[in-house]
């Protein structure tokens, strides 16, 4: 198995979603390698704060559906999380490669391929652990890389007041106050990255007017990036196209 590469990407940057997830298991540094060494622009992750003040990066709040036991992410200590073996792609257990990773590690795989790190604040984070994610960053020399998302509005609200530089994309799908957003999202220097059934041409030509930057996700099929880049998107995040 192999990405699927798309024909003509034109303006539109690709970035790996948890990872190169469609051949290796996601949010592990066998994925982030995997991305590492294709042509995405950027590789994708989830971060979340560990009982005893770690960042580590999965998606879940907790290991069930990856790990071969079901702990709880954020209640859990750093050591109970990295004894926690991860499926291969296939469901077993064969590969001792295969844990959860720090924000650490994740960060130096970027910075070694060279690609962007678009981190996601998976839960709502207090102020000064947002500031600590950015701290390790900084210390690691990516910052200038890296682009922060989340679902949690406020998680980037506070990005911004904190580092008015730092870019920032706030994670959103199909709605009913894209004209609202929109602005206020503008208000704040935030960009869109939004569920890709929820894009048309009309809606990019707004956000793009508003000076926003528009990412997809998940676009798994080539038709539809077709059409997306086709809509002239700036970033589409994918498990398996590149």
Request: hydrophobic residues 40%; glycine residues 8%; aromatic residues 8%.
């Amino acid at each position: 198995m192999d990405t699927i590469h798309l024909q003509n990407k034109g303006n539109t940057l690709i970035v790996a979603h948890r990872g190169m997830s469609g051949l290796e298991t996601e949010n592990t540094c066998a994925a982030f390698v995997a991305a590492g060494n294709r042509s995405h622009i950027g590789i994708e992750t989830d971060v979340h704060k560990t009982a005893d003040g770690r960042f580590v990066v999965i998606h879940d709040d907790d290991t069930s559906r990856v790990g071969e036991i079901g702990i709880p992410v954020e209640g859990s200590t750093f050591d109970a999380l990295r004894a926690v073996r991860i499926k291969d792609k296939d469901g077993s257990l064969a590969r001792a490669d295969l844990m959860i990773p720090t924000l650490e590690e994740y960060i130096g795989i970027c910075r070694r391929y060279d690609k962007i790190a678009v981190l996601e604040f998976k839960n709502r984070f207090e102020d000064e652990d947002i500031a600590k994610v950015v701290s390790v960053i900084d210390e690691m020399g990516h910052l200038d890389k890296t682009i922060f998302i989340s679902f949690w509005y406020e998680n980037l609200v506070s990005l911004k007041e904190q580092f008015p530089h730092l870019p920032a994309q706030f994670l959103t799908g199909e709605r009913d106050d894209h004209e609202w957003l929109c602005a206020e999202l503008a208000s704040k220097g935030i960009d869109i990255d939004i569920q890709w059934g929820a894009v048309t041409k009309e809606r990019v030509e707004m956000w793009h007017a508003a000076g926003l930057k528009v990412n997809c996700w998940t676009v798994d099929h080539p038709d539809d990036a077709a059409r997306l880049i086709g809509m002239g998107v700036d970033y589409i995040t994918s498990n398996i196209l590149e």
